[in-house]
């Protein structure tokens, strides 16, 4: 079955940095487009990021465009999510979704897009 397991979340000060990744498997990775949202406490689930299946196209919540970076690597079926400038309203456990895709750019970002979600990672940010 498919597993998506992400790492890397923990606590950081505002203004830091912080990088998840998620591993993928028991999928053909490189035809599944690949993404991120958030959940904060007491928020409604928001989708931050995703990348085609390609990598050649992408997507950003506009409350994280400009600090966030998603990439992928299909050799390795992971994808990571380089989170800088980190705020206080970055806090939120994040999760790593996944869809399969014939469009090489496909991006979705609603969340009733995805097909698979993993268990969260939490990222605390202090200010």
Do not use: H
Not at 68 to 94: E, G
């Amino acid at each position: 079955q498919v597993q998506l397991v992400e790492s890397g979340g923990g606590s950081v000060q505002a203004g830091g940095s912080l990088r998840l990744s998620c591993a993928a498997s028991a999928l053909p990775f490189s035809s599944y487009a690949m993404g991120w949202s958030r959940q904060a406490p007491g928020k409604e689930r928001e989708f931050v990021a995703a990348i085609s299946r390609s990598g050649g196209s992408g997507y950003y919540a506009d409350s994280v465009k400009g600090r966030f970076t998603i990439s992928r690597d299909n050799a390795k079926n992971t994808v990571t999510l380089q989170m800088n400038s980190l705020k206080s309203d970055d806090t939120a456990v994040y999760y790593c979704a996944a869809v399969g895709s014939v469009r090489y750019t496909y991006t979705p970002s609603e969340e009733s897009e995805w097909a698979y979600w993993g268990q969260g990672t939490q990222v605390t940010v202090s200010s």
